[in-house]
């Protein structure tokens, strides 16, 4: 099938995708759209849970294997929509719809890349694309479960919207819960251990921290306190103030390493990481992935924002269409002339790694 008729196929299977509702952990319909496509292109596929894979028809042990992913969950539209999220809308050659940018197009458009070559015999590498579930949630039923179910994988592109330039590396995430703790008391007595007061310092040490290490592709370690919460009534103090502090990593450490520092030095009397297992991510400029798209002119940069990426131990690019600024976003749209360009850069990108 020519690329042209094969886009134009995608961009309906997108139109599909945004009018069936797939939050996180209750993607059973997108994931029958998709098994469809499969079907109509006779493309050997299964299904586990809520996750659509399938490798290329000529997948060959003794070659390398580069997986290509994206998810079709989403997370629910936000009150500031001014058209159905649910109902896919072009105008001005806009596709509106939830899950449009984050990461329809992205997933659609590598849907077709990899039908594009899945009967191509002779392949330098063996083609996995896996479909995944929960991605927006982190849950347990996603990319993460797949891993020891594909074949091994030795390189990965995953696809969420970066205007399709290379995002050569991606900052983790940890999450901490910290605990100020004081004296709880009547608020009508003196009290010089009170735990909200306390915060002020340890709210100022949380905002003038810094980590030493700063990595040309990510930057610095960026550290946020993003929740508080403390007291019950008026006339008690509480005996202690609870936080949420959201640390973004670079690939200068492992999420292990962050949560050992400020366990450390923290003056928190607790501080908990929720998971260890999302850490950055990046893949060498010298791959031969990355070379190939600089050579197609293709800009490359780290990106903040977390992914999938987070959960795979090999080398991963990011790269899709859209633009990540749109993602969760009302009225979250992405351009057609987008979809189409990130086929074709797609197709361009592997005939001049794998074929």
Same mark, same amino acid.
Request: aromatic residues 12%.
């Given at each position: 099938m020519a690329l042209q008729e094969l886009t134009q196929k995608a961009i309906a299977l997108l139109k599909?995708?945004?009018?069936?509702?797939? *939050?996180?952990?209750?993607?059973?319909?997108?994931?029958?759209?998709?098994?469809?496509?499969?079907?109509?292109? @006779?493309?050997? $596929? %299964?299904?586990?849970?809520?996750?659509?894979?399938?490798?290329?028809?000529? *997948?060959?042990?003794?070659?390398?294997?580069?997986?290509?992913?994206?998810?079709?969950?989403?997370?629910?539209? @936000?009150?500031? $929509? %001014?058209?159905?999220?649910?109902?896919?809308?072009?105008?001005?050659?806009?596709?509106?719809?939830?899950?449009?940018?984050?990461?329809?197009?992205?997933?659609?458009?590598?849907?077709?890349?990899?039908?594009?070559?899945y009967n191509q015999k002779d392949l330098k590498y063996n083609l996995v694309l896996v479909a995944s579930a929960e991605e927006e949630s982190s849950g347990p039923n996603g990319l993460n479960s797949m891993l020891p179910i594909i074949p091994k994988v030795d390189v990965a592109i995953v696809g969420e919207p970066t205007l399709m330039n290379l995002a050569v590396a991606e900052k983790g995430l940890v999450v901490f819960d910290a605990v100020v703790e004081g004296t709880p008391s009547h608020a009508a007595h003196p009290n010089d251990n009170n735990a909200i007061y306390n915060c002020i310092e340890v709210l100022q040490w949380f905002k003038d921290f810094k980590f030493e290490k700063s990595t040309e592709a990510l930057g610095d370690v960026k550290m946020t306190v993003t929740q508080i919460n403390a007291g019950s009534q008026h006339n008690v103090v509480p005996g202690h103030v609870d936080l949420v502090v959201d640390v973004r990593v670079n690939d200068a450490y492992s999420n292990a390493e962050i949560a050992e520092i400020l366990q450390t030095k923290s003056p928190c009397t607790k501080i908990t990481p929720r998971s260890l297992r999302l850490n950055s991510s990046s893949i060498p400029m010298g791959h031969d992935l990355v070379k190939a798209g600089v050579a197609m002119g293709r800009s490359t940069y780290g990106s903040p924002t977390l992914s999938d990426q987070a959960v795979l131990k090999c080398p991963s690019l990011k790269l899709g269409p859209g633009d990540s600024t749109r993602s969760h976003s009302a009225d979250e749209f992405i351009y057609i002339n987008e979809i189409e360009e990130g086929i074709k850069i797609y197709v361009e990108l592997l005939n001049r790694v794998i074929v």
């Open positions: 599909t995708l945004i009018e069936t509702q797939s *939050f996180s952990s209750e993607e059973g319909a997108t994931a029958a759209h998709i098994e469809d496509w499969f079907k109509t292109f @006779n493309i050997d $596929y %299964t299904r586990t849970k809520n996750n659509v894979w399938a490798v290329n028809k000529y *997948f060959d042990e003794s070659k390398p294997t580069l997986l290509l992913n994206s998810h079709h969950d989403t997370v629910k539209p @936000n009150s500031a $929509y %001014t058209k159905d999220p649910f109902k896919a809308i072009v105008e001005d050659g806009k596709l509106y719809g939830l899950g449009s940018n984050d990461a329809g197009g992205c997933l659609v458009s590598l849907i077709a890349t990899f039908t594009h070559f």
